[in-house]
């Protein structure tokens, strides 16, 4: 998913805006973003606490410097209270169907396909940090899975990337 594209994603009302930010930004699943409490962004630190991962694991994920930027512009105009994205009633959260129908929203505005969704953008967020030289183990952890094999299918490298991979033949301790 290009990056420009994603910004189209990102929907209108700001606490949908930030919730799919963050999404992308830590690769989290739609029910760990919108469980997110303030407590769970540790800005010294550079994490966000997962505490309602799947199966009820919880990890912690990194925290964009960039990302603690943008937060922090929400932060002093929302003012949230418990909830990093508090819902439409007092003391709730955002519920998952809210972020899905804002990405629904922006992906019609922008003409773009019934595949860009919020896990697409989790799948997205495995990919370039793959591309970017990140261990796949590392990548397993901050997406929660258990099996590699899962991780694996999460991440979608690029025929470029592959085609430039050198042979163990081609190296200098390769054979001789």
Sequence with gaps: MKT??????LGSNLGDRFANMT?????LRTSEVVSLRVADIDSR?????V?????????????????LALLRQYYRAVRPQEWLFPGA?????ITRGAVHHAIVKARRKARMPESVTLRACR?????HLLEAGTDLRI???????????TTARYTHV???????ARSPLDTPTGPQ
């Design 123 to 127: 799948h997205a967020f495995a990919t």
């Design 51 to 67: 505490r309602a991962g799947k199966g009820n694991k919880a990890r912690f994920v990194m925290l964009s410097p960039t990302l």
């Design 89 to 93: 009633k007092p003391g709730t959260h």
């Design 23 to 27: 999404a992308y930004a830590a690769g």
């Design 45 to 49: 630190r550079g994490t966000i606490h």
């Design 4 to 9: 420009n594209a994603l910004y189209l994603l």
């Design 139 to 149: 990548i397993q952890l901050l997406l929660g899975h258990r099996s590699l094999a």
């Design 158 to 164: 690029s025929t470029t990337r592959v085609c430039a």
